[in-house]
């Protein structure tokens, strides 16, 4: 019987030969490092459920998005947990928040690195859910006039981008409105457009001690069972004036990135959500996996569905790795 004249390992043979026709390729700057920004001075919280990674006072998250810029990568995400909290979330919009002092600091210090900053309201509200609570649960409309005024703040602060993760319907029209009248027209706006009600999440909600008080977030955050639903949501959010849009989380919903990447030629984020790391990190220190291939391996897969730019705990370990 006669062998095929293709033979696609051949093409495989060899290291050079696979580099040479690899089809997705990672880089350091398609990497945003999310970082936990804390009151105090000296403070490295260590963050047990997610190894590597701490909450940081201002003067330890500076020195840390030195050795980013070092790195090449593509910048870093902001989320604050500030001293003290309350039912109005006064926090997240005040100019002198622990997000906005962030802000200043590192701009001054490193001016070239793409600052993004999370815009919600979880991390400051005494009950932990993302909005003004009537009734037992968030009022959409009441929340929006907070994300404008903080996106504001964010913005004359110097946040290079700013992305609202809060999942209220109408936010993004809001935040654009409020930048455009406060003179930050040219203030991109990155959409958490599908962001799901993981329970990938949890380690993210020891980080930023933003779990809710009562009840849960499924209200306002999208059922894992719907993928229309989430097209739906990007384009409304694309007609709302976002300039970038967010896939949450990434690795459960990878079908979802990838239908996003079909249907929208627009810039693609997708966040490597906690959980998904923390997966990982368990598996690797029980000797289970290898860190270095299933790292790579992952972020990969989230590249080939079809995401630009990833959001990924990752980022300082897999920059440092590539070539």
């Given at each position: 019987m006669a062998f095929p004249v293709q033979r696609l390992r051949r093409l495989r043979s060899g290291e050079p030969i696979r580099r040479l026709v690899r089809e997705t390729q990672l880089a350091p700057s398609q990497f945003i490092l999310p970082l936990f920004v804390c009151p105090g001075?000296?403070?490295?919280r260590e963050i047990g459920s997610m190894p590597g990674h701490a909450q940081l006072s201002i003067d330890n998250v500076v020195p840390e998005c030195e050795e980013c810029l070092a790195l090449g990568l593509g910048g870093v995400i902001l989320f604050g947990i500030p001293e003290h909290?309350?039912?109005m979330a006064s926090g997240a919009y005040a100019d002198d928040g622990i997000t906005q002092r962030a802000v200043r600091a590192i701009k001054k210090a490193h001016p070239k690195l793409l600052v993004m900053t999370d815009v919600c309201n979880c991390e400051y509200t005494s009950h932990g859910h993302c909005g003004f609570i009537k009734d037992g649960d968030v009022d959409n409309d009441i929340t929006l006039e907070w994300l404008a005024k903080t996106a504001v703040s964010h913005a004359r602060a110097g946040a290079d981008v700013v992305a609202p993760s809060d999942m209220m319907d109408g936010r993004v029209a809001a935040i654009r409105k409020g930048l455009d009248a406060a003179g930050f027209s040219n203030t991109p706006i990155l959409s958490y457009a599908a962001k799901y009600s993981s329970v990938f999440y949890s380690p993210f909600r020891?980080?930023?001690?933003?779990?809710?008080?009562?009840?849960?977030?499924?209200?306002y955050q999208m059922d894992p069972t719907n993928s229309r639903e989430a097209m739906r949501e990007i384009e409304l959010d694309l007609e709302e004036g976002a300039d970038m849009i967010m896939v949450k989380p990434a690795l459960a919903y990878l079908d979802i990135i990838h239908e996003a990447?079909?249907?929208?030629?627009v810039p693609i984020g997708a966040y490597h959500v906690s959980g998904e790391y923390s997966m990982v990190m368990a598996a690797v220190e029980k000797g289970w996996l290898d860190l270095e291939r299933t790292m790579f391996e992952v972020l990969t897969s989230i590249r080939r569905a079809g995401a630009d730019f990833i959001?990924?705990?990752?980022s300082k370990i897999a920059a440092d790795l590539l070539p």
């Open positions: 001075e000296g403070v490295r909290k309350d039912e020891d980080a930023a001690e933003s779990a809710p008080q009562f009840g849960d977030r499924r209200s990447r079909r249907r929208f030629d959001l990924t705990y990752f």
